[in-house]
C-alpha cells in the first residue's frame, strides 16, 4: 500500500487540508495517489470521468500559494469525487 500508507488511511478532510496549507501534505501527491488508487480499482467502473490534467494544473497552483506564504484555501488539496449529475467544469455529466 505505502504512499504514507494512503495517507494514514485519509485523515479526515480539515485535517488533509490544514497540512496541505502548512506545506507539510502536497496537493500534487495527493492527487497522484487518488488517481493511482482509482485506476486500481478500474474494474469496478465506478469513477466515469478524470479529469487528470486540471487535477494536476489545480494541485500545482495550491502548492505553489503555500510556497509562496499564501492561504490555499479552506479545503485546498482534499481530493473528492463528485457524483455525475453534479456540473464540474470540463468533467462529465451523465444524470
Given at each position: 500500500?505505502?504512499?504514507?500508507?494512503?495517507?494514514?488511511?485519509?485523515?479526515?478532510?480539515?485535517?488533509?487540508?490544514?497540512?496541505?496549507?502548512?506545506?507539510?501534505?502536497?496537493?500534487?501527491?495527493?492527487?497522484?495517489?487518488?488517481?493511482?488508487?482509482?485506476?486500481?480499482?478500474?474494474?469496478?467502473?465506478?469513477?466515469?470521468?478524470?479529469?487528470?490534467d486540471r487535477s494536476k494544473s489545480r494541485a500545482l497552483e495550491i502548492d505553489n500559494k503555500v510556497k509562496n506564504g499564501e492561504q490555499a484555501g479552506r479545503l485546498a488539496g482534499v481530493p473528492f469525487i463528485a457524483k455525475d449529475n453534479f456540473l464540474t467544469f470540463g468533467g462529465e455529466t451523465t444524470a
Open positions: 500500500m505505502s504512499d504514507q500508507t494512503r495517507i494514514s488511511n485519509w485523515l479526515p478532510i480539515d485535517e488533509i487540508a490544514r497540512r496541505v496549507n502548512k506545506g507539510s501534505l502536497k496537493a500534487v501527491d495527493l492527487v497522484e495517489i487518488s488517481l493511482k488508487m482509482i485506476d486500481e480499482k478500474k474494474q469496478y467502473n465506478a469513477v466515469i470521468g478524470i479529469m487528470e
